[in-house]
């Protein structure tokens, strides 16, 4: 019988570096990964690692729109409403920037609603509240310390209630009243004002408020109202001031005319072929004069009492009283004589005649009153688009006496229009650059989150997709030199072209194999040269097993 040798597996693999000593721990794990199952998954896993990396990364990058939760919430608010959600297990952030709370925007009112629940955030109280709870017996000065808490927290809800304030507070400053009206003191007022991120007050809310505590506290002018914001900017300062108001007022009056000749010209022309400035003078001063006159040769009858008395010269009765007394008279005689130069035509009479009369002397008193704003000048200047065809003075003309027209223009007063044409040159709107455009943002993240699944496919997937089939080249040439030197062994033909051209493993090659390793190899070598069959011997053994 002639000795056969066994033929030693070819190792083609690359000479191994020394493995360091700690790599020992390792050895399951390598040996878990060198099993030909696990080989032959690694790409699968290496595929699935990068989509699952892509997918996370998409994830991360379309994060859910945030909305705050509440606005002005004090820090110690934030911790309780903070832990609130966490226990109802509803997600939150808190803005590194700002401080703002915010939840993901398909659950603000869940979170609102689960909140009121536990009665947060816990607002302020109002002023009932706080006269609800004075004690009974409480003493005058507690009483009114209490209920000026009381109007100072509803007049800082009140406030509340405009957008641009997101918190109010109100300190009320009243003496206490005094028997002598000199020593009274009027009543103060301080007003903190906490505005919304990029919002203002105009000077007419500023003064509205102002009113407001006024006309809330007895005894208290608007005057003695200060407004402040949370920057420590003077608001009331500048509501008050007279040459805001006159700027206000200037700027009202000349919005006004330039609307009118908008109006006015705009359907004439058409929009962009004119432009339109107005400036107003107006007089601030106020000014009264009271006039006092005394009309010439105007007076009035305004009484008149008239006496007169009249006294005759009959001599009085003389004689003793008696008979002869209470006789008639005797005829009396005519004689000749001159009247009395005191009463002419009355011989022997006086009349004395008095009169006294009063009149009144025309007197005329006129009050003239010039309140501020009076508008002084105008000044209009129209610039015309000349366009193609230019127009004719005629035209110019007309709608110069249309300008005048609808300001009012006054020669005496001093007002001018001026009215010019010229070619208008075209300016191009600037838009916002494309990184300010709403789609850029949501793009970036997109190509963000394919640009991170192409890296990790090609830095992850495609090197272990190309070792693994490294891998099962070098198993399978090792494999064929292993099947080779196992056919030389059994007397096959040794030439590994020839078993590749037409030559197959057969069931007698495997049982005739020298040791079970070589027949282990020419099993996976049979099974990979043909699995059904291989599938059909391995049932029938099996059956035969089982019959046996």
């Known amino acids: 019988m002639a000795d056969t040798q066994i033929l030693a597996p070819v190792d083609n693999s690359p000479a191994r570096l020394p493995v360091p000593a700690f790599a020992e721990r390792f050895a399951p794990f390598t040996q878990f990964v060198r099993q030909?199952?696990?080989?032959?998954?690694?790409?699968?896993?290496?595929?699935?690692?990068?989509?699952?990396?892509?997918?996370?990364?998409?994830?991360?990058?379309?994060?859910?729109?945030?909305?705050?939760?509440?606005?002005?919430?004090?820090?110690?608010?934030?911790?309780?409403?903070?832990?609130?959600?966490?226990?109802?297990?509803?997600?939150?952030?808190?803005?590194?920037?700002?401080?703002?709370?915010?939840?993901?925007?398909?659950?603000?009112?869940?979170?609102?609603?689960?909140?009121?629940?536990?009665g947060l955030p816990k607002a302020q109280p109002s002023g009932d509240s706080l006269i609800a709870s004075l004690p009974m017996g409480a003493s005058r000065a507690i009483e009114g310390e209490t209920l000026r808490a009381a109007r100072e927290a509803d007049l800082s809800r009140t406030i509340e209630a405009i957008d641009a304030v997101r918190s109010a507070r109100i300190h009320i400053a009243a003496a206490e009243p005094s028997l002598f009206v000199r020593d009274d003191k009027p009543a103060t007022a301080s007003v903190m004002l906490?505005?919304?991120?990029?919002?203002?007050?105009?000077?007419?809310?500023?003064?509205?408020?102002?009113?407001?505590?006024?006309?809330?506290?007895?005894?208290?002018?608007?005057?003695?109202?200060?407004?402040?914001?949370?920057?420590?900017?003077?608001?009331?300062?500048?509501?008050?001031?007279?040459?805001?108001?006159?700027?206000?007022?200037?700027?009202?009056?000349?919005?006004?005319?330039?609307?009118?000749?908008?109006?006015?010209?705009g359907p004439m022309l058409g929009a962009g072929n004119y432009t339109v400035e107005v400036h107003a003078d107006v007089d601030m001063s106020e000014s009264q004069a009271t006039r006092e006159s005394f009309p010439e040769n105007d007076r009035a009858l305004t009484s008149e009492r008239i006496t007169k008395s009249v006294s005759g010269t009959t001599p009085p009765a003389v004689g003793i009283p008696g008979a002869l007394s209470n006789q008639p008279p005797p005829a009396t005689t005519l004689s000749q004589t001159a009247p009395d130069a005191r009463t002419p035509g009355a011989p022997g009479t006086e009349s004395n005649e008095q009169a006294a009369?009063?009149?009144?002397?025309?007197?005329?008193?006129?009050?003239?009153?010039?309140?501020?704003?009076?508008?002084?000048?105008?000044?209009?200047?129209?610039?015309?688009?000349?366009?193609?065809?230019?127009?004719?003075?005629?035209?110019?003309?007309?709608?110069?006496?249309?300008?005048?027209?609808?300001?009012?223009?006054?020669?005496?007063?001093?007002?001018?229009?001026?009215?010019?044409?010229?070619?208008?040159?075209?300016?191009?709107?600037?838009?916002?650059?494309?990184?300010?455009?709403?789609?850029?943002?949501?793009?970036?993240?997109?190509?963000?989150?394919?640009?991170?699944?192409?890296?990790?496919?090609?830095?992850?997937?495609?090197?272990?997709?190309?070792?693994?089939?490294?891998?099962a080249a070098v198993r399978a040439e090792r494999d064929a030199a292993v099947e080779e030197s196992l056919l030389a062994a059994t007397g096959a033909p040794p030439a590994i072209g020839e078993r590749r051209a037409g030559r197959e493993i057969t069931l007698e090659m495997i049982e005739s194999a020298p040791s079970y390793e070589a027949r282990a190899n020419l099993v996976r070598a049979f099974v990979r040269q043909d699995s059904q069959r291989a599938a059909l011997v391995v049932r029938q053994l099996m059956q035969e097993g089982a019959r046996a």
């Open 36 to 118: 030909p199952a696990v080989q032959r998954a690694l790409p699968a896993i290496a595929t699935t690692t990068a989509i699952g990396i892509a997918a996370l990364a998409w994830f991360m990058t379309q994060s859910a729109p945030q909305t705050q939760l509440f606005a002005g919430l004090a820090d110690a608010d934030k911790a309780a409403v903070a832990d609130a959600l966490q226990s109802q297990g509803i997600g939150h952030t808190i803005d590194p920037v700002t401080g703002a709370l915010t939840v993901d925007a398909d659950k603000l009112y869940q979170a609102r609603i689960a909140l009121a629940g536990q």
């Open 194 to 265: 906490t505005l919304q991120n990029g919002r203002s007050l105009s000077d007419g809310q500023v003064q509205a408020i102002r009113f407001l505590v006024a006309s809330s506290v007895p005894g208290m002018s608007a005057d003695h109202v200060s407004v402040i914001d949370q920057r420590g900017a003077l608001l009331s300062d500048s509501a008050t001031s007279g040459d805001m108001q006159a700027f206000q007022l200037q700027t009202q009056m000349e919005d006004r005319f330039r609307r009118a000749l908008d109006t006015l010209l």
């Open 357 to 471: 009369r009063a009149y009144e002397v025309g007197r005329e008193i006129s009050v003239t009153h010039q309140p501020q704003g009076q508008l002084r000048r105008v000044s209009v200047a129209v610039a015309l688009n000349q366009g193609s065809k230019a127009l004719i003075q005629a035209d110019i003309a007309k709608i110069e006496n249309l300008v005048k027209g609808a300001i009012g223009f006054n020669a005496a007063r001093g007002d001018m229009v001026a009215i010019g044409q010229r070619p208008f040159v075209k300016v191009e709107d600037a838009e916002p650059a494309f990184w300010d455009q709403g789609w850029f943002l949501p793009l970036v993240k997109q190509v963000g989150a394919i640009l991170a699944a192409l890296l990790a496919f090609l830095f992850v997937g495609r090197p272990l997709i190309k070792a693994a089939k490294a891998r």
